[in-house]
């Protein structure tokens, strides 16, 4: 079995900064792409970042130039780093990763739990 368990969520202020990170552990043979959605109070899940095994990423327009994902492959985790945060990135952010398993052999997407990030004007 595969779990991601992430952490760095809570309150701050508008334009301060937090950290999330996302750490997936279990019985992993590779892992491809890992990033994150975020999904607000009556609004759609947006995708928000990716970042492959060699790093390369991509961004919602809505955080670029704020938000920079980077990724530790041999801990299997990434670390999303946000400034200048805005009472519109409130959300729940959700980790995700496309795993190989051991057992399976077969790719498929895994989900964390998700961190609550409040935004406050």
């Known amino acids: 079995q595969v779990q991601l368990v992430e952490s760095g969520g809570g309150l701050v202020q508008a334009g301060g900064s937090l950290r999330l990170s996302c750490a997936a552990s279990?019985?992993?043979?590779?892992?491809?792409?890992m990033g994150w959605y975020r999904q607000a109070p009556g609004k759609q899940r947006e995708l928000v970042t990716t970042i492959t095994r060699s790093s390369s990423t991509t961004y919602a327009d809505s955080v670029k130039g704020r938000f920079t994902l980077s990724r530790d492959n041999a801990k299997n985790t990434v670390y999303l780093q946000m400034n200048n945060l805005k009472p519109e990135d409130t959300a729940v952010y959700i980790c995700y990763a496309a795993v190989t398993a051991v057992i399976t052999g077969k790719p498929r997407n895994y989900w964390g739990q998700g961190t609550q990030v409040t935004v406050s004007s």
């Open positions: 279990g019985s992993i043979f590779s892992i491809n792409v």
